[in-house]
């Protein structure tokens, strides 16, 4: 950095942007650990939470996993807005979207990360994007206000942010701290003026991860937990499509899975 005169690292042609003494509590281990899922010390994190293929056991291959979405997908918000120029992607993972202009700031090293950096004290000039996308990230930060007072920072004047978060969901992570209701997001967005609100993912997804964790803890004995989870993922799968009948449904939305909003600065 010419401004301060530190020096960063690059790893695999990625700079590695943090500041050691704000962020002592991540910045000294992001390199040694593959993912985020090798940070799960108490191995908390469920299938849904696992990013990558080649992390997933034979069990996890042959239990269903799609997701019927209700709200807004990624693309669906960048093309309703128009959204023009650069993107941040916070937290976006190994499958960050393949956009031009984009950039997936994370705290792990993954393949399709750009840039390293510690979300709660951005390595971005003030003014920098016309769009923020954060997908259920917020809830494994606990100081996720400190979160939102940067991507406010970062985004230029009339920039958009969409915002999603989990309001009925196990926990599913070691570090996993908060959780939301529509109105409760809009309150910690205060900062920007909200144009749309709803459901990701509905009731039906909760359900089905629920009963299946339920029983998974009632049944000590690992063959017949797999077995009795096996029967009960393909069972309950049905639920995740149910949710297509109540999207219309006001009350619906108090029994999501995930939530969003989206702010305009």
Not at 30 to 49: G, H, L, M, Q, R
Not at 167 to 189: F, N, P, S
């Amino acid at each position: 950095c010419k401004k301060c005169k530190i020096n960063y690292p690059l790893i695999n042609k990625v700079p590695i942007l943090f500041d050691k003494d704000f962020s002592k509590d991540i910045a000294g281990d992001n390199i040694t650990f593959n993912s985020w899922e090798d940070k799960d010390i108490e191995n908390k994190t469920f299938k849904v939470a696992q990013h990558s293929s080649n992390k997933k056991s034979l069990y996890q291959l042959i239990t269903p996993n799609y997701r019927y979405q209700l709200g807004p997908r990624y693309m669906d918000f960048i093309k309703k807005y128009n959204i023009q120029g650069k993107i941040l992607e916070l937290g976006g993972g190994p499958n960050a979207l393949n956009h031009p202009g984009l950039v997936n700031c994370d705290i792990n090293n993954y393949e399709t990360v750009d840039v390293v950096g510690d979300g709660r004290k951005l390595p971005f000039k003030d003014n920098t994007f016309d769009g923020i996308i954060c997908n259920s990230v917020l809830e494994h930060i606990f100081e996720y206000d400190e979160v939102i007072n940067e991507c406010f920072r970062v985004l230029k004047k009339n920039g958009l942010i969409f915002m999603n978060v989990p309001q009925l969901c196990a926990r599913h992570h070691t570090y996993d701290y908060h959780r939301w209701t529509i109105v409760g997001l809009e309150k910690d967005l205060s900062k920007f003026r909200i144009i749309d609100k709803g459901i990701i993912l509905g009731p039906g997804m909760f359900i089905h991860h629920f009963v299946t964790a339920f029983f998974k803890s009632l049944t000590p004995f690992k063959l017949i937990n797999l077995s009795i989870c096996f029967i009960l993922e393909w069972l309950f799968f049905i639920f995740r499509f149910l949710d297509f009948f109540g999207k219309k449904n006001k009350d619906y939305e108090d029994f999501a899975h995930t939530i969003y909003v989206v702010g305009k600065k």
